[in-house]
């Protein structure tokens, strides 16, 4: 674990004057996962905001080995690319320890790149799966996803006279990953920069398949501030909306439990995706219900799973 | 959007042309530059009564129109260039089960994530698409009142002949306004033809099957020897091309499609000022391809000139229908390159001096 002061002392391996937007929170994840890498690692992107914007030829931001792949197959070309260093291995033309890490927006997670994740983690390959989740489709215009919390307005989902934005509660995915019988699954947000460390550096330590799902605000689809990135990350934790916990060999642990529980509507009114859902209460009620009996649920997975 | 004249986006003509015809259901998922179809579909499907679904990935576009299609539904999904490849599994399906349904492609540059940059890379995989022996009726719009007329008539066509129909677009046609003058009273004729084939419950009827997988020896070859049947009265009866220029008897033909063919006939005025007469051969249904039609054509003329956004697709076509290689001169821009008109007069003059 490292605290961004420490981290701003060693070498960045994403070099600034890529193309994200002001704000952006996806640089802070990148920043956060490879800062925790002490081997050399292998990046593998699907494409979205973080592949064009780092990415735009001839440049690269990217000072890790980096390839790209559309939209669905980020986790199948890093088993790929992770299945032909154990072939290297064993032929004993590599000894190097590699790390290999495949990064997802929740479109290309959530969504169209479901299978290839679920394919990847259930035949173990030594790799990790970061999925950025700033719940849209952000880079091709903020469509709904997946991962898009119900009552927030998208192009695809959008709020109007008779519904105000989605209509459905988010994928957990997760949950999915822990079903994998993985070893090790976490949720963590770019604002909890020790939490979000200590999480990559232990997975960085596991051999297998790790997945992280990491909360990642965006400023032009969430019709926030630029300089809202941080505080937001975090006041969704405080809402239970997005708890902080990771699931190693089966057991889960809730790492930050919030001392005053907040309710949800704290977190909506910080944006203009939510403007419409804040005027329907019936519908509030019935996420904060959600929310609670999610958390509720949590709560008694950890304490079920750490049973002596 | 009304009716008469207006300033209108490509792929908001879409939209309203497949609401007219009577289209109610539309699946699809986001990819530039068709993004205004699913944005504007979200809320004006609902309006009208339909069903709007977001998908989860391309491949899952294409199959939940085949089900609503196998329904008897009017059903129409869009996408773009690599979108486009990912459906191609559920094309030869529906081309199997004969199943009517409308697909747009607002092509961009590839191969692979390419860029978002208006392409004509596609000619390939909409001309001659997927596995299997089959054909899909692909019409080529090059302006937005075309964007719009056509996606209206496609529903038709996909009904009466029971076969995918694909409106062939790009990126330029999709994001450009234009304005156009709409004839929003016309009626598609087959929206309430019965649709017997149609799964719709075997209630009070016997039962009935759509399938594509014919096991018993002969049966496939039967089937295909069907299409092909379809596939002859189609391009007997929907042939379709725009000839311009010929009254004039013109030394050259341009042959294009699409965006190049509205870009050539700019290049058709500049030509004429420097005293070069030529015509235009513009394919309206790239399948089935006008043979006939551009083979007359061309034996009127020196040479033909083909234009394309691809480094020579729809050239291979032009080819066989001109049945003489020395006749034909290409010129394509490929990767999202678009030519100019003055571009296109330039290649001219350097072979006609």
Not at chain 2, 189 to 199: D, I, Y
Not at chain 2, 234 to 263: D, Q, S, V, W
Request: net charge neutral.
């Amino acid at each position: 674990m490292s605290s961004p002061k420490q981290a701003a002392a060693v070498e960045t391996k994403l070099t600034g004057g890529h193309r994200a937007c002001a704000g952006c929170a996806f640089p802070i994840a990148i920043k956060e996962v490879l800062s925790s890498c002490k081997y050399p690692v292998v990046v593998v992107n699907a494409t979205g905001c973080m592949e064009v914007t780092t990415t735009i030829f001839p440049f690269t931001a990217w000072k890790v080995p980096f390839l790209h792949n559309a939209f669905e197959n980020s986790a199948a070309t890093c088993s790929g690319i992770e299945g032909a260093y154990q072939s290297l291995k064993k032929q004993g033309k590599i000894d190097k320890n590699i790390k290999f890490v495949a990064f997802g927006g929740d479109g290309g997670t959530y969504d169209i790149g479901l299978q290839s994740l679920s394919g990847a983690m259930e035949r173990g390959h030594d790799m990790m799966y970061v999925c950025y989740n700033n719940e849209a489709y952000m880079n091709t215009g903020v469509q709904r996803s997946s991962a898009t919390p119900r009552g927030s307005s998208t192009t695809t989902a959008p709020a109007g006279k008779v519904i105000n934005g989605k209509q459905q509660n988010p994928k957990d995915l997760t949950e999915i990953m822990v079903a994998h019988n993985i070893p090790y699954v976490a949720q963590t947000t770019v604002g909890m920069w020790p939490d979000a460390t200590k999480k990559f550096e232990k997975a960085f330590e596991i051999t297998g398949a790790k997945f992280v799902n990491i909360y990642s605000p965006c400023i032009p689809g969430w019709g926030i501030e630029t300089s809202q990135t941080i505080k937001l990350s975090k006041l969704v934790v405080d809402t239970c909306m997005w708890p902080i916990y990771e699931v190693e060999n089966g057991k889960y642990k809730i790492n930050y439990k919030p001392a005053t529980k907040l309710p949800v509507t704290e977190f909506y009114k910080t944006q203009a995706r939510f403007k419409a859902l804040l005027k329907d209460e019936a519908q509030i009620k019935l996420i904060q219900d959600w929310v609670d009996a999610k958390w509720a649920r949590l709560q008694l997975m950890e304490e079920a799973t750490n049973k002596a | 959007m009304t009716t008469g004249k207006q300033l209108i986006k490509g792929n908001t003509a879409i939209v309203e042309a497949a609401l007219d015809a009577g289209c109610r259901f539309y699946a699809g998922y986001p990819i530039t530059p068709q993004n205004e179809i699913p944005e504007t579909m979200s809320w004006r499907m609902p309006e009208e009564g339909g069903t709007f679904i977001q998908a989860e990935s391309e491949l899952i576009s294409i199959n939940m129109v085949f089900g609503a299609s196998a329904a008897g539904a009017r059903a129409m999904t869009t996408s773009s260039s690599p979108g486009i490849s990912l459906m191609q599994e559920g094309i030869s399906y529906m081309a199997g089960c004969e199943l009517p349904a409308v697909l747009v492609n607002v092509m961009r540059g590839g191969p692979g994530l390419g860029n978002i940059a208006p392409s004509q890379s596609d000619y390939f995989q909409a001309v001659k698409p997927g596995h299997g022996d089959f054909h899909i009726i692909t019409l080529a719009p090059h302006n937005i009142s075309e964007m719009y007329d056509y996606t209206f008539d496609a529903f038709d066509l996909a009904d009466k002949y029971r076969i995918p129909v694909m409106i062939l677009a790009d990126g330029l046609l999709g994001q450009l306004m234009e304005n156009v003058e709409l004839d929003r009273s016309r009626k598609p004729a087959l929206l309430n033809a019965p649709k017997p084939w149609a799964l719709t419950g075997a209630s009070g009827r016997k039962g009935q099957r759509i399938v594509s997988l014919l096991m018993q020896p002969g049966a496939l070859e039967k089937h295909n020897m069907d299409l092909n049947e379809k596939y002859n009265l189609i391009k007997k009866n929907e042939t379709r091309h725009e000839l311009a220029g010929m009254e004039k008897n013109p030394e050259y033909l341009i042959a294009a499609f699409g965006t190049c063919a509205r870009i050539s006939k700019g290049t058709m005025n500049i030509a004429a000022d420097a005293g070069i007469k030529t015509g235009l051969f513009r394919p309206i249904t790239l399948w089935p391809f006008p043979y006939e039609a551009l083979k007359e054509a061309a034996k009127k003329v020196k040479k033909v000139f083909v234009f394309e956004m691809n480094l020579g697709q729809m050239v291979e076509d032009v080819r066989l229908a001109v049945g003489d290689d020395s006749k034909i001169e290409f010129y394509g821009r490929p990767g999202g390159g678009v030519p100019t008109a003055e571009e296109l007069f330039e290649f001219i003059r350097g072979k006609v001096k």
